[in-house]
């Protein structure tokens, strides 16, 4: 079964917007991670936030996580036609150490 | 290159028939993880093995096994296929289990179409 569910499950902006993923899991979680997929193309990790941190930043990404609401937000500033993929939050299933995927928000940039 | 290789990137095969994907993992990797993408869809989490034992397990169906052997590299294999079976079959691999030691690498997967 499915851990978490992304909203929106798609999302189109222009070219130097900023885009807001969204992630709720169900169970208590030791890290949650979101990911990268291009089309029809092997997932690419881009960042990990553990369950006592609240927000982390790499490069254009910001990373929050609310473990009261059990959910986290993806933000990418500045957004490029290169960031035109599917993301994908996952987390640890009952603190099992198996990693269960959302259904992803794919995200269009126009140039 | 993540360091996972996936064998074969595409299969095409009749329904009733059995195949094996297989995955050799980054190396000094422990765990392997398989996950099935069907068109357009999210990823389901199908086994996860962890220096070659079975560690947790999906909704992987019983047509469905897997094993992880002593060089690490694991093996799914798929039998009595349907129509429904036709995915992108994910392989990702882990130092360790993931809540501990973090992030996943993936393969570029295998594409299977079942006709």
């Known amino acids: 079964s499915q851990q978490g569910e992304e909203d929106p499950q798609a999302l189109s902006i222009q070219e130097g917007e900023n885009a807001t993923m969204n992630c709720s899991y169900k169970t208590s979680i030791n890290n949650l991670q979101w990911y990268r997929q291009n089309s029809g193309r092997g997932l690419v990790h881009l960042i990990l936030i553990r369950s006592n941190e609240r927000e982390k930043h790499s490069g254009r990404l910001r990373v929050t996580l609310d473990t009261s609401k059990k959910s986290s937000s993806l933000l990418i500033t500045a957004s490029r036609a290169a960031d035109t993929a599917s993301y994908f939050c996952a987390t640890d299933y009952h603190n099992n150490n198996d990693m269960r995927f959302g259904a992803g928000t794919r995200l269009t940039v126009k140039p | 290159d993540s360091g996972v290789t996936q064998t074969p990137k595409h299969l095409i095969t009749a329904t009733g028939q059995r195949v094996t994907l297989r995955c050799s993992p980054r190396s000094g990797d422990l765990s392997v993880y398989w996950y099935q993408q069907s068109l357009d869809q999210g990823l389901q989490f199908l086994i996860q093995y962890y220096n070659g034992e079975e560690r947790a397990k999906g909704n992987i169906l019983e047509r469905f096994s897997a094993q992880q052997f002593p060089d690490l590299h694991s093996e799914l294999n798929l039998s009595s296929l349907e129509l429904g079976d036709s995915a992108l079959y994910f392989c990702?691999?882990?130092?360790?289990?993931?809540?501990?030691?973090?992030?996943?690498?993936f393969g570029e997967g295998s594409r299977l179409t079942v006709l």
């Open positions: 990702a691999s882990s130092v360790g289990l993931a809540g501990n030691t973090g992030e996943l690498f």
